[in-house]
């Protein structure tokens, strides 16, 4: 380090063109032109997996969702351009019905995430010792892999000898199966996802939290604002970027939703819960239909990224409006 | 922060001693803490606390096993074969993250302090790319691997997982290299290290709570993924902790011991891992909502 103060010290000092700083100077576009060959020499490994094993798919998945695939016995074939695809896929029952739980199961979970998790992060925010334990316990259902919550959820939802059915038995006088009916399951679907995702979210609010500025908080306290109206008029506002930025990614996660419902209730009953991902996922590998199976998959992707889109929109308009 | 407890303390009416610690204890912030821990070890608990319960008790609600028993364990690995998804899994996530910390070194010290043109475009790029829905990336995956005939096999997930955490670990070893004040490098090179050596000696040390973060969050993620091991990997000689798992019961029972007992195998090394590396975790999580 010190050898670095005196050797770009003078330079910097004295901008005349000495030989010195000549030398310094095309040293220096030498060092760049080097510089550009080896940060491309560098990235290029990384950019071509990415580019081969994610660009690539992508592309031909939009490919394939306007192609009439043939699937025969020596591979695919594309054969021509058709919007059939998604003609057929769009006006099907089980499409819309994925959809609409989908869209319906995001919004419920992503808005009971955020505001338990805001909640959680408050309580941790104030707490005096034992935090670094908390974080450590709120982080597991976070890395836990997500088939092994869904098996220990089923376990509880079960509805001979699940804990559950054991709590509610003694009241109802019966057993009671809530992965048996469409509306219990959805819920109870639900709640697995809210224990395994509020940690996550909590642990993003309480680090906006703790980055606020705390003379904004005590100047509202001096001039006599109580404890609600702090929280509501003077710390929300300033925590809305990190709330938006909670509610996406918990938004482009709860889309994709896959694990949970493909083990937890193989999307039953029925299809009552059927996600757009198991749906693509039974179009594409269980009846081999790969071109409506790339329109599910490709209109999931699209959905979502539009949606995302359509939220910071309306958040940079509500904030915009408030500014002025 | 916690300023409005304090004033309201000396005003209470004076405690018998013996009681006032646990006294001071009770209050809305350690009920409320004490709520969310709860809500969060009690199915870890129930989990756990199964897995070591018997034939017949696993169908009661006892909330602790009355008759402990490790028959679920020794079940899972005898006749379930669950040393292979183990076995499996530990392959495809080190190599995973071995390789993803790598390129990830080499490209996010490349795009973060090298003068490649469009380098923020790429990195928006990279960003996009890592939004996408995973299941609209399995179909085109699968037929790739077929191709190249690298269904069944652990290069192909290595290569899919590899593919799938990269941007992520770019943009975290990125924010890390740019922090690291330039003289440091332009020494070294006037010097005549190598630019790899540069990376190696001078940059690697000043990131490593950059490379912690893209590691955990590497191995995490292969660890636990499911939807593209389930589509490349199904064969029971390839399976992963996350599909042996799924596809562990039968038709119409699920042996619920010996899943448990598996998982708490399976989630073993990774909690110690979060435990261990819990600080670069966090600022993993938290870099997006920081940044903002």
Redesign the interface.
Known sequence: ?P???T??GPAAAAPVRTPTAERRRRAGSA???R??R??????S???L??A???????V??VV?SFSDVQVTGSG?HLGSATTGNYALVFQSGRWQHALFFTVLYTVATVTVEMVLGT??AL??????T?R?W???????????????????????YNG??G?LN??LHPLFGHDTNVLGTPVQASVAMAVADI?KTT??VA???L??LV?LP?DIVEAARIDGAG?WTIFWKVRMPLLR??LA??VM?RI?QA??L??LP??LTNGGPGTSTES??VL??RV??QDLK?GP??AV??S??AL??IG?LLFLKVFRAQVGQEEN | MTTTQLPSTPARAPLPWRLRPAARWINLTNLGALLVALFVALPLYWLVATSFKGGNEIATAHLVPHQPTLSNYSDAFSSYGFATYIENSAIVAVATTAIVLSLGTLAGYALGRLAVRGRTGIMVALLMISLFPTVALVAPLYMLMRDIGWLNSYQGLILAYTALTLPFAIWILRNYFLAIPKEMEEVAWMDGASPLRTVWSVILPQARPGLFTAGVFTFVAAWTEFLVALSLDSADRYRTIPVGIALFGGQYTTPYGTIFAASAVAMLPIALLVLIFRKAVVSGLTAGAVKG
């Open positions: 380090m050898n670095a103060q050797r770009s060092l760049e032109r510089s550009a080896l940060g491309w020499l560098f990235a490994p990384a950019l997996v990415v081969a094993v994610m660009v690539f798919p992508v031909f998945s394939m695919i909640a959680i309580v941790l925010e104030r707490m005096k034992g670094g908390m974080m450590a316990l709120l982080l597991m259902p976070w890395a836990m892999i997500t088939v092994i919550s869904a098996e220990l959820w089923s376990y509880v001979v000898y804990v054991s709590v224990w940690p996550f642990i993003i609010v680090a906006g980055m705390g404890g970027p990190t930025i909670a990614f482009l889309f994709g896959f694990d493909y083990v757009l991902a693509g996922y594409l590998f790969f199976g790339a998959a490709t999931t992707a979502v990224l995302c």
